[in-house]
């Protein structure tokens, strides 16, 4: 009963996709903040190849945003959610019963290729839903894309508390408490989430560089990887830098609270803030928090660790100013792409932006990781691998610059 009823509107409403958010975010925080850990510690694996398989998970997910975002597109989001749920599911239970790399490779990777189906499709459906209440006079498009953040950072919150009373009992078990969580997912959103349309004629998915005909919007995107990237760092890097001081594991979770604690209380203070300001100043100020957060570990890196809670003072640091930059720079980008987009390919300009983050994330991993092993200590190189990682959001703030000064309100491009 509760199916057809779904089935009997194309209406989606907001707050059945900030829920959907909320338990994605629980099943994800569970168990990706702590594989590198495991690759490292558990697989024995080099910073380049723990980076590489980061970075795969990565690319596996945001990469292919734009084959899920042209697939919602054609076959309609309801569908699409759907497998990426069962994909993630799949994934999950591989990483948990796997006994040698290959499995374990595969499993990561499809959990990002879950991800690659129900997140552009997700943000799709929000943005149209967005569009209706801001043409009601009621919650713009901004606000709802950052009470998804805040839906997300609740999640956030829940998932690496669950993820830290199960490390005791090995990634394993943490890996099928996180594919519990989506087969929890997958059953509501099966009754709840309604039918959505679908577009007539053969399913079409050209590279980005080939669909899109805007230099503006490309050089958008590449200038705006460098935030998946740095934002990537807290699975890859944070973990490197808790070594460093000499601090457990278990220090991930309350670190990823405290990331999630600040988006909750500021997230839509700050977006309203954005939203007056506009995304020519928004923008580089938020990469600019970015490249701090690397910047201002690297003044700690050579330096041996204080004892007490004060080791973690360059971790909480950079899990601050990395979130300030995330809640300054997720909404204004995402209220930007509409701007670039016709209605019938939303999704897909999603996805290609998401496509050339992961891009970013599989290059800059590996470029990257290997200078992480030496920042596993304290010693004067061990800052090296901090400063070349606050490089990149670096340049994207001054490149941001340039790319968003013609943005006025109201305007489309």
Known sequence: MLSLFARRT???????????????????????????????????????????IIGLRTFSQQGMFLVGGALADRFGARIIILCGCMVRISGYLLLALGDSLVPIILGACLTGVGGA??????????????????????????????LFAVCGELGAVLGPVLGSLLTGFGFQRVALAGAGVFIVALAILFFFLPQTPRRSGELRINPWWKTFHQPRFVAFIIAYS?????????????????????SSEKALGPLFM?????????????ARIARRVGAAHILPLGFLLLASAFFSVALFAAAPPPEGITRLVPAML?????????????????????????????????????????????????????QLDHALTPSPQAATAWVM?????????????AICRPFRRGNRL
């Open 389 to 401: 990682l606050g490089i990149v959001p670096l340049c994207s703030a001054f490149a941001m610059i």
């Open 117 to 146: 189906l129900f997140s552009p499709a997700i943000e799709a459906l929000l943005a149209r839903a967005g569009n209706e209440s801001e043409q009601a006079g009621k919650r713009s498009r901004a606000e709802w894309f950052a």
């Open 226 to 246: 460098a935030y998946l990237f740095s934002y990537n760092q807290l699975y890859l890097a944070l973990p490197v830098e808790l070594h460093r001081s000499g």
């Open 258 to 270: 405290l990331a999630s604690l600040l988006v909750i209380v500021l997230q839509l203070p700050l």
């Open 318 to 370: 950079m899990v601050s100013l990395l979130t300030l930059g995330q809640m300054l720079i997720m909404p204004v980008g995402m209220d930007l792409i509409p701007r670039f987009a016709d209605e019938h390919n939303l999704a897909a300009h999603y996805g290609a932006l998401s496509s050339m983050g992961g891009v970013a994330v599989l290059l800059g991993n590996f470029l990257l990781g290997g």
């Open 10 to 52: 194309t209406r989606v409403y907001p707050p059945l996709l900030l829920g959907s958010q909320l338990v994605f975010n629980i099943g994800f925080y569970a168990v990706v903040p702590f594989l590198a850990i495991f690759l490292r510690d558990d697989m024995l694996l080099s910073g380049w190849a723990v980076g590489l």
